[in-house]
């Protein structure tokens, strides 16, 4: 596509469900990124990808998060055992490699509502 | 962890009057890149700086690097309603792994 795609935009879901956030990069881009966003706040980085291992998760904040990238593109962010203190904008962005001079695209995000 | 902290938090201007944005950092960087923030959703990056770039331009943008005080300024220059949204920079360290770290941004109001 011609942007970083996010589904869905918006997801409610009660308190202890699993959920799933789909991220689907910019075509060739290499490296993908995860990040959560409350209200007011800057985007905390979670996780981050280069192909489809995961170069650095030290963002991630507990062992109920988890995300996999298995082909080098398409990426989910998986949540288990939700909280209200999960709800947040989850933001997804692409670079096309590991080059540091790269500029981020970023999706639009997914509004999580724990309720 | 080479994150930038921004500064103001918050700046409220008029239309047609120019908007001014610090950012600083605390170890040495490859680059530094400025993001704008609509409506709490995604980003939109702005502009790159490099670390051997004093100074760049782009359009209404202008952006300085001070590798010496460790510093980044964003100008907007005559400033529009549409303008209006956060802005964030992210500074890239020349070892770390390629992830950008964000601050709490700068929140820009310009009135019509």
């Known amino acids: 596509g011609a942007g970083v795609s996010q589904t869905p935009s918006n997801k409610v879901t009660e308190k202890g469900k699993y959920v799933e956030l789909r991220c689907d990069p910019i075509?060739?881009?290499?490296?993908l990124y995860w990040y959560r966003q409350s209200l007011g706040q800057g985007p905390e980085f979670l996780i981050y990808f280069q192909g489809t291992g995961a170069a650095d998760d030290s963002g991630l904040p507990n062992d109920r998060f988890f995300a996999v990238r298995p082909e080098g593109s398409v990426s989910t962010l998986k949540i288990q055992r939700t909280e209200r203190g999960d709800s947040a904008v989850y933001l997804c962005?692409?670079?096309?490699?590991?080059?540091?001079?790269?500029?981020?695209?970023f999706g639009q995000g997914t509004r999580l509502t724990v309720v | 962890s080479q994150q930038g902290e921004e500064d103001p938090q918050a700046l409220s201007i008029q239309e047609g009057e120019n908007a001014t944005m610090n950012c600083s950092y605390k170890?040495?960087?490859?680059?530094l890149q400025w993001y704008r923030q609509n409506s709490g959703r995604g980003l939109v990056h702005l502009i790159l700086?490099?670390?051997?770039?004093r100074e760049k331009h782009s359009g209404r943008l202008r952006v300085t690097l001070d590798t010496s005080k460790k510093s980044s300024s964003l100008l907007i220059t005559a400033s529009r309603a549409a303008d209006t949204a956060s802005y964030f920079c992210?500074?890239?360290?020349?070892?770390?792994?390629?992830?950008?770290?964000f601050g709490q941004g700068t929140t820009l109001q310009v009135k019509p």
């Open positions: 962005a692409s670079s096309p490699g590991q080059g540091r001079i790269t500029e981020a695209f």
């Open positions: 992210a500074p890239r360290g020349s070892g770390n792994t390629g992830k950008l770290i």
């Open positions: 170890t040495s960087i490859n680059n």
């Open positions: 075509s060739g881009h290499t490296a």
């Open positions: 700086i490099r670390s051997n770039e």
